[in-house]
């Protein structure tokens, strides 16, 4: 068999675009399965081994046939920067360069417009794709490998209940499996809790989930479904046109956040408190943010050592992942507005009518950013924010879900709401907010109409240490304020000499500890998921449902191993460290 035989594995590219799809990507595992002996024309005394080698390219499409009815039905597709285009995969041999697979291209098939070729693969073993991995990647793969002997150290230790407190694996301990595990589990002070608030994070952790498989149904879907106009009307009725980008939640749970590190701030700086106390509590977020967020980074980058398909490719250049990686980075948008928020309390400590008067000043730059960040990038602003193109889509995800200056309006907000029903915010700090909880509905009621997620699995923006000793049993209300948003640092270390007093959880909050996990890991378990589709995806509306189902379970199944790796140990350690601080703190005064 000759070398020569391996094209025919690769894509075949319709010649009516509209009776056709968007990718060819032909053979994909049989090309790379390929190897043929040939006799090797200059060399009588040694055979050559052919092997396969799959080359993923993309073309753009002959706007010239239709160009009228293609001009109308797929302006926003065709992006060059987003490289929406025609994907062709071909087979060639393994000895083929990227530039002899161009060259054939151009030559071969002169009428096609070729964008560019892609990658080009070979057959490996995970061995070999690590030890080809750049160096960025093998250091987060050993990080992570690290992670999991940890935990699995951590778990032997307490099982066999061998770390003393004071030694050295006590804190190797808290790693274990089994107390993150307990944690999922653990019933947290009911006084503390405001049902409607985890009902909020539900909704809006489900709401992320879901709107994120669908988009990525839907672009995959783009890449196989014939897309005849006929066929093109009907998509909206059956749910598999492009979804519109509904975060209208998003201000609004970065207006708790406001709200949360405003009350926590105002009440544990004094006007005598030093620059360092600020610049401590500024550090010490960053400290929890770090290690959820690294590893949920770390997971993403090395996702294909663990094989990469045609269409996990495609997918990459469609970018999709911007669209929910952005989401996770928006907990550093939210450290760094944490970091103006200091500044600001700083100043409102020192001088209430300064403070105040740059407050409302931010509060007015922020709302001016979004309004030219949407004119900018022709977004249309309404209940649902929609746009007449991909690339508008995508420019708003750049620039408006990771960026500070775009969420400062709202988490500002809330800042300048808790200086308002504060009033004298130094004699009244203790009793900020009226019984009647007027001011749960005002948040309800901002939530609802804010035009896009944030803190909706309760990132803890103040440690415990910033309970004073003598504010140990505060009223309920105040207890609801200063949790209001500080569920995912709960308390998880489990006393084993008062296991009798530990109630069973309620089932609001299990749900929500449950879910928290998977919103840092479901954009990893989405393009894990289509790594390993080859050529077909369900066309039936009860096949895309129970599609879409089955990516959520498979998210939060991950998610909770996400949890046991990283989020329970995290909660943990800074439960224990920040009780230590407190027992120092009071034995000293």
């Known amino acids: 068999m000759k070398s020569t035989n391996i094209l025919s594995l690769s894509g075949s590219q319709p010649n009516n675009f509209l009776d056709g799809n968007y990718a060819a990507f032909g053979s994909y595992d049989t090309c790379l399965s390929f190897s043929a002996f040939y006799d090797n024309k200059d060399d009588r005394t040694s055979d050559q081994n052919a092997k396969g080698q799959y080359c993923l390219t993309s073309f753009e499409p002959d706007l010239s046939i239709n160009g009228q009815i293609l001009g109308q039905l797929y302006p926003h597709y065709f992006d060059s920067k987003y490289n929406f285009t025609i994907k062709v995969g071909f087979c060639v041999p393994s000895v083929c360069s990227q530039n002899d697979v161009q060259q054939i291209i151009t030559q071969g098939i002169p009428r096609q417009k070729l964008v560019d070729v892609h990658s080009c693969d070979v057959k490996t073993n995970f061995l070999e794709r690590l030890m080809s991995a750049s160096q960025v990647q093998q250091i987060l793969f050993w990080l992570l490998v690290g992670l999991v002997c940890i935990v699995v150290l951590g778990t032997c230790i307490d099982a066999k209940n061998q770390a003393q407190e004071k030694s050295s694996l006590f804190w190797i301990q808290q790693f274990s499996a089994i107390k993150s595990v307990k944690s999922l589990f653990h019933k947290t002070d009911p006084e503390s809790r405001i ?233 009244k700090i203790k009793q900020m907010f009226p019984n009647d909880k007027i001011w749960v509905y005002a948040l309800l009621l901002f939530t609802l109409l804010s035009s896009s997620l944030w803190n909706c699995f309760g990132m803890k923006i103040g440690t415990i240490t910033t309970r004073d000793p003598q504010f140990s049993t505060p009223n309920k209300d105040t207890i609801a304020i200063l949790n209001n948003n500080s569920e995912l640092l709960d308390k998880t270390e489990i006393n084993r000499n008062h296991s009798s007093k530990i109630r069973k959880v309620d089932p609001l909050e299990f749900i ?78």
Request: proline share 4%; glycine share 4%.
């Open 195 to 427: 049902p409607v608030l985890d009902g909020i994070r539900l909704w809006v952790l489900s709401s992320v989930l879901t709107i994120h498989a669908v988009m990525w149904h839907t672009i995959i879907n783009a890449s196989f479904l014939m897309e005849d106009y006929e066929y093109l009307k009907e998509l909206p009725s059956k749910i598999y046109s492009q979804p519109f980008i509904d975060d209208w939640i998003v201000e609004g749970l970065f207006f708790l956040g406001g709200v949360n590190a405003a009350t926590t701030l105002f009440r544990k700086m004094k006007p005598e408190t030093p620059v360092s106390e600020y610049l401590k509590s500024i550090f010490r977020r960053a400290a929890l943010l770090v290690p959820i967020l690294l590893p949920a980074m770390a997971i993403e980058v090395i996702l294909p050592l663990f094989g990469s398909g045609p269409i996990y490719q495609s997918i990459n250049q469609y970018r999709a992942n911007i669209c929910c990686a952005s989401s996770t980075w928006s907990l550093a948008v939210e450290w760094q507005l944490f970091a103006l928020a200091c500044i600001l309390v700083y100043i409102y400590k020192r001088n209430y009518r300064l403070g105040l008067t740059l407050n409302i000043l931010t509060v007015i730059f922020g709302l001016y950013r979004v309004i030219m960040i949407f004119l900018n990038n022709n977004l249309i602003v309404n209940i649902f924010v929609i746009t007449k193109g991909f690339r508008d889509t995508m420019h708003r995800a750049e620039h408006y879900y990771i960026s500070t200056e775009a969420r400062i309006c709202y988490y500002f907000c809330g800042i300048l709401m808790v200086v308002i029903l504060a009033g004298n915010y130094e004699a």
């Open 512 to 589: 929500v500890r449950v879910t928290r996990p998977a919103f840092f890991v479901h954009s990893v378990v989405y393009a894990w998921y289509f790594t390993s589709l080859r050529s077909s995806i369900p066309s039936n509306l009860f096949g895309y449902v129970i599609q879409i189902v089955s990516l959520i379970t498979l998210t939060i199944f991950f998610g909770f191993f996400f949890h046991i790796l990283v989020i329970g140990p995290v909660e943990r350690i800074n439960y224990i460290s920040s009780k230590r601080k407190i027992k120092a703190k009071t034995h000293s005064s």
